[in-house]
């Protein structure tokens, strides 16, 4: 899909473009039942989303900032994340073709973060607010390890 750019200019065409019509799932991960989902409009919304991935299982959890060109999803079962990586991978929403890829389970040395660490909770915070909510879980997670 290699087209003409501005001035004359003759565009490569991305890695997302040269697959995008073989839906080639061109991904370093091996299957799992997590999954990232960019090239998402910003006027997308989170139920929109859901929408579309229920469809193939049931899910687990949904990680989305609106605003934000990508999201998380997490199904619950492994095959049902590779039917819809399958069958969704370039779907239009909101205008956009998807792009979607396997990503790597959170490691047991590396549990995720609770809720009140996340990145969505903290950036709703003043900066001094911030700090304290951190020093608390540092301190509460010292208390718990001991």
Same mark, same amino acid.
């Given at each position: 899909m290699s087209?003409? +750019?501005?001035? +004359?200019? @003759?565009?490569? $065409?991305?890695? =997302?473009?040269?697959? @995008? +019509?073989?839906?080639?799932?061109?991904?370093?991960?091996?299957?799992?039942? /997590?999954?990232?989902?960019?090239?998402?409009? /910003? $006027?997308?919304?989170?139920?929109?989303?859901?929408?579309y991935f229920l469809q193939f299982g049931e899910l687990e959890s949904v990680a989305f900032q609106p605003g934000r060109s990508y999201a998380f999803i997490n199904f619950k079962r492994e095959e049902d994340a590779f039917v819809a990586i399958n069958a969704l991978q +370039? =779907?239009?929403i909101a205008g956009n073709p998807l792009r979607i890829e396997f990503t790597k389970a959170v490691s047991p040395a590396h549990p995720q973060l609770p809720f009140i660490m996340s990145v969505t909770f903290l950036g709703t915070l003043s900066f001094s607010l911030k700090y304290c909510v951190i020093r608390v879980c540092v301190y509460l997670c010292i208390l718990l390890h001991s």
């Open positions: 087209g003409r +750019g501005g001035r +004359g200019r @003759f565009r490569r $065409a991305s890695r =997302f473009e040269d697959n @995008f +019509g073989s839906r080639n799932i061109s991904n370093k991960n091996p299957p799992s039942r /997590h999954l990232w989902v960019g090239n998402l409009s /910003h $006027a997308t919304l989170e139920h929109d989303l859901s929408h +370039g =779907f239009s």
